[in-house]
């Protein structure tokens, strides 16, 4: 079998990703069905959530409130545009930053108190989320808020203006969003940055030994994620129209977590984005036992996690090795043995 070399393998990976752009482009021409194209919109948005919590996982960090600041950036931007009267072009990038000076703040905290303590005060800080989105007559209680404006209309030189009336000027700027972020986190895992996550999350005490200022790269995987879990919010909130506390909830952050574990953890891009996918449009054909989908996918959650806990991507992956590692155990097993099978004549 010829191998590829690096160059073909690149090239051959740029000419995947322009079809799928390509195709991604053109989907909203070809496919006019609002529902179609509504469940392409969440699955978009998942992908997003899931590559967040990829990234604090690339540190060696589990998160369970990862839904908490998808809820923050929701609630900023509703704020802003409907009590100080900003557009949503406006409210999206205050709500990023509002998100991740919050995250600034938290990381500071739980980010120092260790992996298995991390976990534990990520989950309280999303109950925490949920119940003062839910008390605090400001965030609109329990029953949340509602007549959130959509995205003022863009005008376009010679075409007029996109108005965000359907569901295909969303579509595309849900694709916008998550090529943009897409790009941001290919470049920080390409970079020096990258570099630092992947030893620290090998063996945090080693990095540490050369160098590496695990609590700063930690503490910035996590704002990173935040901002961007806060930017889908904040478009969420404008597409949908309302807000509610529950998008805090745990059980939004237990689907982000199978969104990276079934595509695979160790694929922090690819990996979310197959993941969200199958689950978004899993989710959508278990509409019909919609009351049984927390335990359907909490379910679904420990398999992965038992039988297959290197997701779609990593079993896939070592389905390919595996006619390697049959023929280095056939060599070991040869030369071990006690006498040598030789071809006749020899």
Known sequence: ?????????????????????????????????PYILHTFIMAFIAIILGMGFSMIYSTGLITLGAAAFYGIGAYASTLLSMQLGLSFWVALPLAIIVTGI?????????????????????????LVVVQVAGSVRLFGGWGGITNIPRPSPIPIPFYGSVEFVSREPYYYLALFLLLLIVLIFYALYRSRIGRAWKAIKQSSRLAQSMGINVYRYRVLAFVVASCASGAIGSFYVHYYQVVLPDMASGFVSIYIQIYAALGGLEFYLLGPAIGAVIMTFGFELLRIAEAYQPIIFGALLIGIIIFFPGGILGTLQRARQMPTLYTRLGERIRAWLPWRVTKPGK
Do not use: D, H, Y
């Open 1 to 33: 079998m010829k191998l590829l070399t690096n160059r073909e393998t690149r090239v051959n990976k740029l000419i995947a990703v322009s079809i799928l752009l390509l195709v991604l482009i053109i989907i909203p021409l070809i496919i006019k069905n």
């Open 102 to 126: 919050i995250a600034l703040g938290i990381g500071f905290i739980v980010v120092r108190a260790g992996t298995f303590v991390f976990v534990l005060l990520t989950m309280l800080f999303g």
